[in-house]
């Protein structure tokens, strides 16, 4: 299965900056994803993002507010941007390993980014 | 749309004592399924899975049964220990979505000594 390496692993920033995230993949794959934790809450997915292409956003999250990269098959970086307390939350990249109904079939998470925004 | 429901928490055991978070999903065709745990302060790990209808995933004295009669995936455990102290996420993947993982709300379990 892959493993990620996603950095920073927690930060506390200044309301109206921004924080770019990183998730570095150990092998290639396809697609990438970004979920957010808000506290004491379960995992929100934010966008999909692809290699070569934009990222495709779910409903109630937009480019502006959190830009995605995907340069290559095995990284991808989150902003968020213009910072408010209310973006306080756990980060989360995840990517899909292995095909449907194989055996090691299914998704591994980065450790996640605490972020607090003050 | 494809969802997942999963039993209301906080859940506090005796240690020893029976373990069951109740999981139901609602999805097109044959998804897999999966049970995901966060220790305090941790990120997400998969604790087990199931690909297929009437599939048993199991890891650490966790077991789930894949029962698409009942659209269920019940997590179970004979004999919690303090150490499962954690949140645990029911969750979907349904093929036809984009590949997309979709969680439950998760449920808090609390163990007593």
């Known amino acids: 299965s892959a493993v990620i390496s996603q950095k920073p692993s927690r930060d506390i920033c200044q309301r109206g900056t921004s924080l770019t995230i990183q998730c570095q993949v150990d092998?290639?794959?396809?697609?990438m994803f970004w979920y957010r934790q808000q506290p004491g809450q379960s995992l929100t997915l934010i966008a999909t993002?692809?290699?070569?292409?934009?990222?495709?956003?779910e409903s109630g999250f937009v480019i502006d507010k959190f830009p995605i990269s995907r340069p290559n098959l095995t990284f991808s970086t989150l902003t968020v941007s213009n910072m408010s307390p209310e973006d306080s939350s756990i980060y989360l990249c995840?990517?899909?390993?292995?095909?449907?109904?194989?055996?090691?079939?299914?998704?591994?998470f980065g450790s996640g980014t605490r972020l607090t925004v003050v | 749309g494809n969802s997942v429901t999963q039993m209301e928490g906080p859940v506090t055991l005796s240690e020893e004592a029976f373990l069951t978070i109740n999981c139901t999903y609602t999805?097109?065709?044959?998804?897999?399924l999966f049970w995901y745990v966060q220790y305090p302060g941790e990120g997400l790990q998969l604790l087990l899975k199931a690909t297929k209808a009437d599939d048993k995933g199991s890891n650490k004295g966790f077991e789930a049964t894949y029962r698409k009669e009942t659209t269920s995936f019940h997590l179970e455990k004979g004999s919690v220990q303090v150490s499962d102290s954690a949140v645990y996420f029911c969750a979907l993947s349904a093929y036809s979505s984009a590949s997309k993982i979709i969680f439950g709300s998760g449920t808090r379990l609390s163990i007593r000594p």
């Open positions: 995840s990517v899909e390993v292995g095909r449907a109904r194989d055996d090691n079939y299914g998704y591994t």
């Open positions: 092998s290639q794959v396809t697609m």
């Open positions: 993002a692809n290699q070569g292409s934009e990222a495709t956003y």
């Open positions: 999805a097109t065709g044959y998804p897999s």
